[in-house]
């Protein structure tokens, strides 16, 4: 009798303990509101990976405040910038392992296009009718009456700082309470994503054995527009084509050779307009082979609460391209997008010339059925089924005389969509913990229309992946004035106490 009456004082005791070391809403508030302060810190430093000594400056910040929590970091050494591998060992060291990725750089900044003075110097703001976004003093951040709508202003706010001090903000309070975490956490940090991670693939290939686990938590990326808890389950890749077509071998009078040179500008926009119907629709054979959209797909991409006319009154739009029947579908297709063009000068340095050369350039966007190498061979052989000599370099005075069409096709940056389903382990685990943590179903994305360079962690190390997105959808990320909505600052904090628990 003895003995079982102590098994029971333990086992009240161990619940007992749990009931008091859990982290409670109004400890999740108030650490939330601390942790303003130290959001403001980091963006305040600099992080355009242009430049490495500030990039230096980060890591140093990120080293700091994890080692303060309990983590061991290590750097992965690249040609350029270190990528950053923090490691939390739980108290079961058998348990399984979680890897969390976030990216710490942010996109070049023009401080003109700005509303504030220095676009790294957080700025408190409200909207106020009749006057757009109005300063507001920061310390509001630090009363009980704070605004979800308020807005803080910087870049990187949203892409993607603040989903990392979130982070740091539920795991000092699991450390203030004593707790552990129920699985083996590393966290990798990487400072090139915004110029497309192109050292990734190596690192993550020198070093498997230090990243190797069981599941991939990528945290990057706007919430679904309703700002609802979101989950997506994938993301398109990317690769990016310059296409070049050339004339005389210098711009000439459009007088004396307008009815005799042919316009290499013309020529282009002949020969994009080829890859397209008027639909939106690519022409190029091929383009979409091995992409099915069946009952099941189509059940999967209702379940998304979109509404297909505030998505046109909100991007301008009078019609939509025919790409699959909705904006859901048509990201489950890969995407020709004419990025760019240029030709001779417009405005006021206009000139009456035939130019010499005119360029386009072109990113296509990949789902997990088309891999990059694949469509970008399908764009040069329509391109030399339009009857173009295609080069790699600038052609010759020969090759010019002999060819009455020629353009030069370079392609770089690629990297692989990825897919994970819906009901798979990591799916739904993530699924139920989010849930769980709102009490309510989160919105559920097959696939990310934008790119997250993750793929080199899925092929490298066969690791499933989940993108949970956080931030706001109109943050104006990589464009001026980038801005977080100060309530998806709490709920991303929320969702961080759901997963960690």
């Known amino acids: 009798m003895k003995k079982i009456t102590t098994s029971i004082i333990f086992i009240l005791f161990c619940i007992n303990s749990y009931a008091q070391q859990r982290i409670t809403d109004r400890e999740l508030e108030k650490a939330t509101i601390e942790s303003f302060e130290v959001l403001k810190e980091l963006l305040a430093i600099p992080n355009d990976a242009n430049h490495p000594e500030d990039i230096e400056k980060n890591i140093e910040w990120a080293e700091s405040h994890m080692s303060d929590l309990g983590f061991s970091s ?24 979680i890897m969390y990725y976030f990216h710490i750089d942010g996109q070049p900044v023009d401080p003109q296009f700005w509303f504030q003075d220095d676009p790294y110097q957080a700025v408190l703001k409200e909207q106020i009718e009749g006057e757009g976004w109005v300063d507001i003093d920061w310390d509001k951040l630090t009363t009980e009456e704070i605004n979800p709508e308020w807005r803080i202003f910087a870049r990187s706010s949203s892409d993607d700082k603040s989903p990392f001090v979130m982070f740091l903000t539920v795991m000092k309070l699991i450390k203030e309470k004593g707790e552990s975490l129920p699985f083996n956490l590393k966290v990798i940090l990487d400072f090139e994503e915004e110029k497309g991670s192109p050292r990734l ?85 091929g383009f979409y082979d091995g992409v099915v959209i069946d009952d099941a797909t189509k059940a999967i991409l209702a379940q998304v609460p979109d509404n297909e006319n505030e998505f046109r009154v909100k991007l301008g739009i009078g019609n939509t391209d025919k790409v699959g029947t909705n904006y859901q579908e048509s990201i489950q297709y890969p995407s020709l997008n004419i990025r760019g063009m240029g030709s001779g000068w ?61 353009c030069q096709f370079t392609n770089s940056r690629a990297y692989n969509a990825f897919r994970t389903e819906l009901d798979s382990p990591i799916g739904i685990a993530v699924y139920e913990a989010i849930k769980k943590e709102f009490g309510k179903e989160p919105v559920r994305v097959r696939i990310l229309g934008g790119s997250v360079p993750i793929s080199p962690f899925i092929q490298s190390l066969g690791v499933p992946a989940i993108i949970v997105p956080l931030v706001n959808s109109d943050n104006n990320q990589h464009s001026p004035n980038e801005n977080l909505r100060v309530g998806n600052y709490f709920d991303g904090v929320k969702t961080f106490r759901g997963l960690l628990k």
């Open 346 to 406: 417009i405005g006021s340095e206009a000139r009456t010339i035939v130019p010499a050369t005119a360029t386009a350039e072109i990113d296509i966007r990949l789902v997990p059925e088309t891999p990059p190498q694949r469509q970008i061979d399908l764009v040069k052989q329509h391109i030399i089924d339009q009857g173009y000599l295609v080069l790699d370099r600038k052609p010759t005075s020969k090759e010019r005389f002999l060819n009455p069409k020629i």
């Open 201 to 285: 693939a190596g690192a993550v290939e020198k070093n498997k054995d230090v990243l190797a686990a069981d599941r991939l938590l990528i945290f990057d990326g706007p919430k679904h527009i309703s700002n609802q808890p979101t989950i997506t389950y994938g993301a398109r890749g990317i690769t990016t084509i310059s296409v070049k077509v050339f004339g005389p071998t210098f711009p000439l009078h459009s007088g004396h050779y307008g009815n005799y040179a042919p316009n290499p500008a013309l020529r282009l926009a002949q020969l994009l307009s080829s890859m397209k119907d008027e639909d939106g629709r690519v022409t190029i054979t």
């Open 74 to 97: 290590q750097r992965l050494e690249t040609e350029t910038v270190p990528l950053l591998l923090a490691n939390y060992k739980t108290r079961k060291p058998d348990q399984k392992t």
